[in-house]
């Protein structure tokens, strides 16, 4: 596997992949890598020809500093699991190499950014946005995998694919979780063991939530129903947990036949911010 650091080298080396007629994936991630990015870099390698996976932990892209700061950064035994995984090249660019000068890009994904992650992490999205513009750009991928865990992402992302004409196809992988149910998400490194105990309580509401949805609750009952679920948990602070059409991410008020709907959380445990969300089709 080889590690490239600037814009110039990776573009240098997937147009000469092009020329070669190799079929590229990209996998974007900001490091910190657990199972459930590995399992994106190996469906990447099965799919494509060569893989590319960029560490870069994107600074406009968080809205709390502290957040920035403390997010975990692990390059060595990041490279260290991407070679077995099937990674080709690893991208891991400066702050200085994505960002010569401040970007003046600004991002307005209306209605879709208005909600959930978008309306409690100003200026998040033009962040992402900002940064995976870059990154096909220098990439130029034929496919390009994210999760699932980041639901609202996905759809920012393929509104981006869209609007900007990226010839490529966006892979939504599903969320790979814990034993216990947890989403896997490098943020849970920095949990405390009481507060990792606690986790997976997240989940459970949600499974709860489908359930309520299976069983023709209506969407307040739901909110209602998971407000009080999370608020028995004195470490849990849930920050939001919508019912959401999952095209639009609009909240919904009432039910219509089969209609895709995302159930989302983000929660705060002991200062640590945590999102999840599980998709179900109402009958
Ligand atoms: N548990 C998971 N299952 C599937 N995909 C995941 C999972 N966790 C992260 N990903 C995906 O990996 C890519 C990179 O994510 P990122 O590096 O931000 O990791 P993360 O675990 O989501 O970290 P955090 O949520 O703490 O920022 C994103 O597309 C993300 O959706
Ligand atoms: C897509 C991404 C790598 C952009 O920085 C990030 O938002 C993430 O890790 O989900
Ligand atoms: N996985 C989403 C990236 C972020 O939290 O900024």
């Known amino acids: 596997m080889q590690i ?3 814009a110039a080298a990776l573009q240098a080396q997937t147009e000469t992949w092009r020329r070669e007629g190799q079929r590229i994936g990209l996998v974007p991630t900001m490091g910190a890598l657990h199972e459930g990015h590995l399992q994106l870099v190996r469906a990447a390698a099965q799919e494509c020809d060569v893989v590319v996976v960029s ?6 892209q968080f809205n709390n500093p502290e957040d920035y700061r403390l997010y975990p950064r692990l390059p060595e035994a990041d490279a260290e699991l991407l070679g077995p995984a099937g990674c080709t090249a690893l991208f891991l660019p400066s702050v200085e190499e994505m960002y010569p000068r401040p970007t ?5 994904f209306g209605s879709l950014e208005r909600v959930m992650e978008g309306a409690h992490r100003p200026g998040h999205f033009n962040g992402v946005a900002t940064v995976v513009s870059k ?18 992402q996905v759809a920012i992302v393929r509104q981006l694919v869209q609007d900007l ?4 196809e966006l892979v939504a992988f599903p969320t790979i979780r814990e034993a216990d149910g947890l989403a896997m998400s ?8 009481e507060a ?3 986790a997976p309580a997240l989940y459970r509401a949600l499974q709860q939530a489908e359930q309520l949805v299976h069983q023709h609750n209506t969407p307040d009952a739901i909110r209602i129903a998971v407000a009080e679920l999370l608020g028995q948990e004195p470490s849990i602070t849930l920050e939001y947990f919508e019912v959401a059409d999952a095209e639009t991410l609009q909240p919904v008020s009432e039910w219509k036949p089969n209609q895709t709907i995302a159930l989302c959380l983000a929660a705060q445990l002991g200062g640590v911010r945590l999102i999840d969300n599980v998709v179900v089709k109402t009958v």
């Open 4 to 6: 490239l650091q600037t």
């Open 55 to 60: 560490i870069f932990v994107n600074p406009t």
């Open 104 to 108: 003046v890009l600004h991002f307005d």
């Open 135 to 152: 990154l096909f750009h220098l990439c130029r991928p034929h496919r390009a995998y994210f999760g699932q865990k980041d639901f609202q």
């Open 165 to 168: 004409s990226f010839d490529l």
């Open 186 to 193: 490098s943020r849970n490194r920095r949990l405390t063991p």
């Open 196 to 198: 990792r105990l606690v």
